[in-house]
Nanobody, 125 residues
Framework: QVQLVESGGGLVQAGGFLRLSCAVSGRTFNMYAMGWFRQAPGKEREFVAAINWSGGGTNYADSVKGRFTISRDNAKKTLYLQMNSLKPEDTAVYYC??????????????????WGQGTQVTVSS
């Protein structure tokens, strides 16, 4: 049974930064792509970023490109999301996710089978 546990969320002023972490257990982490999604109140869950198994391939939503960086440490079985130049519209619960197909690093939430519990990110103006 795979477990994903996010951490690092919090309250930050606009223009600030946060680093989210996602610790993964129960699965061969370094064989799987990983993704980050977010969900704001009253909105659907949306794709943020994804990374392939080696960390050499990444994919970002246009809304975060140039501000957010996804990375991974396979030795520590941990996924990261460095978020810089945060905006109030980045406020959401952020989730890490493991895809059904190990090599999938696309942007469709339906193709991710395992999810963490989420961590709240709030950006004040």
């Amino acid at each position: 049974q795979v477990q994903l546990v996010e951490s690092g969320g919090g309250l930050v002023q606009a223009g600030g930064f946060l680093r989210l972490s996602c610790a993964v257990s129960g699965r061969t982490f370094n064989m799987y792509a990983m993704g980050w999604f977010r969900q704001a109140p009253g909105k659907e869950r949306e794709f943020v970023a994804a990374i392939n198994w080696s960390g050499g391939g990444t994919n970002y939503a246009d809304s975060v490109k140039g501000r957010f960086t996804i990375s991974r440490d396979n030795a520590k079985k941990t996924l990261y999301l460095q978020m810089n130049s945060l905006k109030p519209e980045d406020t959401a619960v952020y989730y890490c996710a493991l895809p059904t197909a190990p090599f999938y690093n696309g942007n469709r939430a339906a193709d991710f089978a395992s999810w963490g519990q989420g961590t709240q990110v709030t950006v004040s103006s």
